[in-house]
């Protein structure tokens, strides 16, 4: 019997399809792909990247601070807008901060670095005296007529800015430790006594997540940083052991089942939030929280009143929005050629995308609660005042990044919208020399031409 050539069965038609549907998605992907390489290679991403995240996490905010906080208003004050109008204006405030903060030279913010700091520490002085005004437990706040401000917000940023000045000026001698840490870390601990004497916990690790930052990304050694590390848990359990809420809310972390309607009441209450809203969330305005079960709903547990009303969808918006956030400044620090402006806004990034972790991690349960406001999100005047200035300065970093600061004076790209003159280009500062050196090559050709 000879053998005979059996014949290939066809491939079914829905493999085919099958097939025809993949290459067509990979071709797809390889387009966007493309796509958002060439668009993060323009030289104004970053402006766009840090406005968007901007405009949006503001008006996320003001929605939430609406929602959150109507049934206390309602309760308090015999109107359900009265948190929000005080944080619209605010935010009206900020909006000119922003503006402001957009145009300010780069040379003028490092010049009066030294002053915003002293004035600050002037504020931070009188906050402990009559002058300071108590709530929540800490005379944290400062009246001064009909307003009142938190100085210890504005001193978050002039630590920043002033820190980055002391490094990049001594950058020749960071090598050495004493030029590291004098003055920059005692002027830190200065500052962080004084906030500690409100008594803020909350805001003084804050403070301290500036000072690493600056001697993190100015290159400190990293034996330096365990040091610090052991000095903070000493000092973190000598201030928890002289308060005693801070003790509890420790404890209430470690056993949070111990007493459930104690110092766990409100953390437990946040995750029973997150757990009601699921994927989806009960709907915008419609959470049960903010009806007394949840304190301080829309300040501190706002993320708590996010999960309830929209959602992991909703609490996955804000997680993307900081993430957006710590990559467009690690991404302006990258881009920038000025040390100064490098360091201030690797600092800036830092500080408000792990005050945001810090919140958001208390809420669902990974920390012990702090009492730390979430950017942008939260209530509170001075704070979304102050983040919002920021904003403006990482903004106006963002203008200085050596391509987008040729597009916009040769005029292949423009900011009609926000009305801003070209920036600047960075120029070095002439090399120092010590007495009886060489002088540089540019002084020789002066003298030469005279």
Known sequence: MTGTATARPARPARSRRL???????????????AALTAWLARPLTSLHLVLATFGLLTLFGLVMVLSASSVQSFTRAGSSYAVFTHQAVFCAVGLILF?????????????????????????????LTP???????????????????????PAKLA???????????????????RHLLVPLVPVSVGVFALVMLQPDMGTTMVLAMVLLALLWFVGAPAELFGVIVVAATAGATTMAAIAGYRSERIESFL??????????????????????GGWWGVGLGQGSAKWDYLPNAHNDFIFAIIGEELGFLGCLVVLL?????????????????????????????????????????????????????????????TSLA??????????????HEPQAVAALRSGTTSSRLLRLRPPEPYRPPPPTTRPGARRPAAAERRRGAR
């Open 19 to 33: 097939g025809r549907n993949a290459r067509s998605t990979g071709r797809q992907l390889a387009v966007a792909r």
């Open 99 to 127: 503006w402001i903060a957009l145009r300010l030279p780069v040379g003028f913010l490092r010049a009066t670095s030294l002053a915003f700091l002293l004035v600050c520490i002037v504020m931070l002085v009188l906050v």
């Open 131 to 153: 002058l300071g005004a108590e709530s929540n437990g800490a005379q944290s706040w400062l009246r001064l007529g009909p307003a009142s401000i938190q100085p210890a917000e």
């Open 159 to 177: 630590l920043a800015m002033w820190g980055a000045q002391v490094l990049v000026t001594k950058r020749a001698l960071l090598g050495q430790w």
């Open 255 to 276: 056993n949070p089942t111990a007493e459930p309607l104690g110092a766990a009441y409100q953390a437990r209450q946040a995750l029973y939030s997150l757990a009601e």
């Open 321 to 381: 929005l900081f993430a957006t956030l710590a990559y467009t400044g690690l991404r302006i620090a990258a881009r920038n050629t000025d040390p100064w402006i490098k360091l201030v806004t690797a600092t800036i990034t830092t500080w408000l995308v792990g005050q945001a972790a810090i919140n958001i991690g208390y809420v669902v349960g990974l920390l012990p609660v702090t009492g730390l406001q979430l950017p942008m999100i939260s209530s509170g005047g």
């Open 386 to 399: 102050l983040t919002m200035f920021s904003f403006g300065l990482l903004a106006n970093f963002a203008r």
